[in-house]
């Protein structure tokens, strides 16, 4: 078997049966315990598995056992799924609120305040990026830039591309300058580029 396969193995056996120990998944699997350890430590790493509390933390412990806790793992929060993208569609769709009212919620500028413009740029991109934007900032011919690495609304964006008018009014909002995209992330590649006037 090899690495890939027994990674994925232990990834679907924990999406049927949810959280397990590494005993557990190495006998469904026909796996040396060993061996499974060292693919749930890498899949841990990877932020694909989440190891649970021990029991000295409240987690689970086996009636009588001694010794060290036993670790159980489960998938991670982003691995396991919701219903988040879908909720998020039904609500734009149905919502009457301007994307400008929507991105003084998303965003609170006042924290920003009356710094120099270098300044608020830095403490926007610190916001931004607390949001999972993957953001900086760069001096350009025409003015600074903000430009984001991901895009934190992918799973509806192409459904619902007024997010991008949103994002605009939110550095509008923040920098107290007109922001216009330049670029945009297309199916998860490229980088929405922000200019800044």
Known sequence: MTVTTARQKILNQLTKLGPASPRDLARTLRLSEATVRHHLRVLASDGRVTPLPSPQQGG??????RGRPVKIYALSPALAGDNLPALTSALLAESTVPMETLAKHI??????GN???TRRLTLLVEKLNAKHYQARWE???DGPRV???RCPYAAVIEAHPELCRMDASLLSNSLRMDARQSAKIEKGRGMCVFGVR
């Not at 689970?60 to 056992?65: I, L, T």
């Not at 965003?107 to 920003?112: G, H, K, R, T």
């Open 60 to 65: 689970p412990r086996g009636v009588g056992e």
């Open 107 to 112: 965003l609170d500028a006042s924290a920003i």
């Open 139 to 141: 001096a350009g011919a």
């Open 147 to 149: 430009i984001f690495g």
């Open 115 to 117: 710094q120099p413009l």
